[in-house]
């Protein structure tokens, strides 16, 4: 078979416009492309588990950046409880990160926020909704499950930051945790967190 110069070239073109199709959100109606999700580790968390997290973010949002380890801001150290401010953190994370990319700290630390009347009250995580920044702790977690329980809490905060609140159905990974640890039930978002999540460009 021959082909001219010019069905090459439109040959050329097709395939940039199906590959530029494939790759780009912007293709895709009604679909954004995702942020650029920052990992910053925090402390003396195991690296071997930021890793195995950081690999199943990276399935839902392969633009996602492992930052190296650094030490908590001293100004979110809340003294007269040893621990550290999940609020404070969170306005320090957001401060350093560049509009349009979301940045999380993880850290193995109690981390802590205003709840109601309780002036000082430990949490699993804390993201902004909507924001750039969130922060989650290993303290509360399970040690038995603790990869799947960090990626439960990250993905939770991650969907805070995309505008999501809290869902009423028990097996979402957007439960409300109201003090507790719910997260051996939660299996996966729901419908409609999910296709919410799905505009944002998360793989879902
Ligand atoms: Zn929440
Ligand atoms: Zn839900």
């Known amino acids: 078979m021959k082909f001219s110069a010019g069905s090459l070239n439109r040959f050329f073109f097709l395939s940039f416009i199906i590959f530029y199709w494939a790759t780009s959100g912007f293709a895709r109606p ?25 690999q199943r973010i990276k399935l839902i949002n392969p633009n996602v950046k492992l930052n190296s380890q650094a030490d ?10 040893g621990r550290y401010r999940a609020d404070s953190i969170i306005h320090y994370l957001s401060r350093k990160t560049a509009r349009g990319n979301v940045i999380i700290g993880m850290t193995s630390k109690d981390v802590s926020t205003t709840k109601g009347e309780h002036k ?30 960090l990626f439960k809490v990250s993905i939770h905060e991650l969907g805070h930051t995309e505008g999501l609140p809290h869902c009423k ?34 793989r879902l």
């Open 30 to 54: 009604g679909i954004e492309s995702p942020r650029q999700f920052i990992i910053q580790p925090y402390g003396k968390i195991s690296k071997a588990l930021i890793n195995d997290v950081y």
């Open 72 to 81: 908590l801001p001293i100004s979110a150290y809340y003294s007269p409880r």
């Open 120 to 149: 000082d009250w430990g949490v699993m995580g804390l993201g902004f909704r909507p924001g750039n920044a969130c922060v989650v702790s290993t303290y509360r977690l399970s040690k038995k499950n603790l990869t799947s329980q």
């Open 169 to 202: 159905d028990p097996h979402c990974y957007m439960r409300n945790a109201q003090g507790g640890n719910h997260l051996e039930e939660e299996t996966d978002f729901c419908r409609s967190c999910k296709s919410y999540l799905r505009k944002k460009g998360w």
